[in-house]
C-alpha cells in the first residue's frame, strides 16, 4: 500500500511540474518591455605620463628658504624643458610654513604656568612643478636629469587625449555587440526570435577609466641638501596600460 502511495505522489508531482512548464512556454510576451543592460571595454597601453617634481627647503630666514627655492625651482624648470621640450609644464602649490619648537615637558608637574607666544624657530618653503609628456622612452632619462635638483614626489601613466578620442568609437562598437548579444540570449530564453524585439530606448552611460587627479602631495618633511646635486641614476618605469569602459541600457520590445 504504502508503494502505491508513492507511485501516486510521484505522478501527482510530475503532473504539477508538466503544467508549470506548459504555463511557461505559453506565457504571453507580445508586447513586452525589457530593460537590458550592456557592458563593454577597450583596453590600450598608456602613452601619456604626468610627473609632479618638487623642491623644499627649511631656514631660520624666510627670505632665505624662499630664495633658495626659487632658485632651485627655475634650475629645475630649465633642466626639464632641456630634457623634454615638448612636454607641457605647471608650477603649482607654492607653500610657507613655520617650524615651532616641541614644548618641553614639565618637571615632576612643575614647570612655568606663564603661557607665552609661540615663536618659530626655522621656516619651510617648498613648490611643486608638474611634467606633462607623451615622450616616455625619454621619461626616465628626463627625470634623472632634474632629480639632480628636485625631487620626484608623484608619477602617474594614462591615456593621451588623443588616443581617448581614437578609442571612443572600438568603445562604443564593443558595448553595443553585448546590447545584441544580451538580446538575442533573451530572446532565446523567451522561446522568441530576435527578429521579434524592437530597440524602443538606448541610453549611454559613459564610464570611462579616466586618471583620478589625486589630492595635491603633501609637503616633504626633508629638504634637499648640497649632496642632491650628484649624477642621478635613471629610475625604471613601467607605463603599464589603461581599460576604458562604458555601460548601455536598452529598453526592447516584443512583438
Known amino acids: 500500500m504504502t508503494v502505491i502511495k508513492h507511485l501516486a505522489a510521484a505522478a501527482a508531482v510530475s503532473i504539477a511540474l508538466a503544467g508549470v512548464a506548459t504555463a511557461a512556454e505559453t506565457l504571453p510576451t507580445t508586447g513586452t518591455l525589457v530593460v537590458v543592460p550592456a557592458f563593454g571595454e577597450v583596453k590600450h597601453a598608456n602613452d601619456q605620463a604626468v610627473a609632479t617634481f618638487a623642491i623644499e627647503e627649511q631656514d631660520k630666514d624666510k627670505a632665505a628658504a624662499a630664495s633658495r627655492v626659487n632658485q632651485k625651482m627655475k634650475q629645475g624648470t630649465d633642466i626639464l624643458k632641456k630634457a623634454d621640450p615638448q612636454a607641457s609644464l605647471k608650477t603649482q602649490g607654492y607653500y610657507t610654513y613655520p617650524?615651532?619648537?616641541?614644548?618641553?615637558?614639565?618637571?615632576?608637574?612643575?614647570?612655568?604656568q606663564q603661557t607665552k607666544p609661540r615663536v618659530p624657530t626655522s621656516w619651510r618653503v617648498g613648490q611643486y612643478v608638474e611634467l606633462t609628456t607623451t615622450n616616455?622612452?625619454?621619461?626616465?632619462?628626463?627625470?634623472?636629469?632634474?632629480?639632480?635638483?628636485?625631487?620626484?614626489n608623484?608619477?602617474?601613466?594614462?591615456?593621451?587625449?588623443?588616443?581617448?578620442?581614437?578609442?571612443?568609437?572600438?568603445?562604443?562598437?564593443?558595448?553595443?555587440?553585448?546590447?545584441?548579444?544580451?538580446?538575442?540570449?533573451?530572446?532565446?530564453?523567451?522561446?522568441?526570435?530576435v527578429g521579434d524585439a524592437v530597440l524602443d530606448t538606448v541610453d549611454f552611460e559613459g564610464s570611462g577609466n579616466y586618471a583620478q587627479e589625486g589630492a595635491r602631495p603633501a609637503p616633504m618633511m626633508m629638504r634637499a641638501k648640497a649632496a642632491d646635486s650628484m649624477e642621478v641614476a635613471e629610475p625604471s618605469f613601467e607605463p603599464g596600460e589603461t581599460t576604458l569602459e562604458m555601460r548601455m541600457v536598452g529598453k526592447v520590445r516584443f512583438k
Not at 99 to 112: A, F, I, S, T
Not at 175 to 191: C, D, F, H
Request: proline share 6%; glycine share 6%; net charge positive.
Open 99 to 112: 617650524v615651532y619648537p616641541e614644548d618641553r615637558p614639565l618637571v615632576n608637574g612643575q614647570g612655568n
Open 136 to 152: 616616455l622612452e625619454a621619461l626616465p632619462k628626463t627625470a634623472a636629469a632634474a632629480q639632480k635638483v628636485l625631487t620626484l
Open 154 to 193: 608623484n608619477l602617474q601613466f594614462g591615456l593621451s587625449p588623443a588616443t581617448t578620442k581614437k578609442l571612443d568609437d572600438q568603445r562604443i562598437a564593443a558595448t553595443y555587440q553585448n546590447l545584441n548579444q544580451r538580446i538575442a540570449s533573451i530572446a532565446s530564453a523567451m522561446g522568441r526570435k
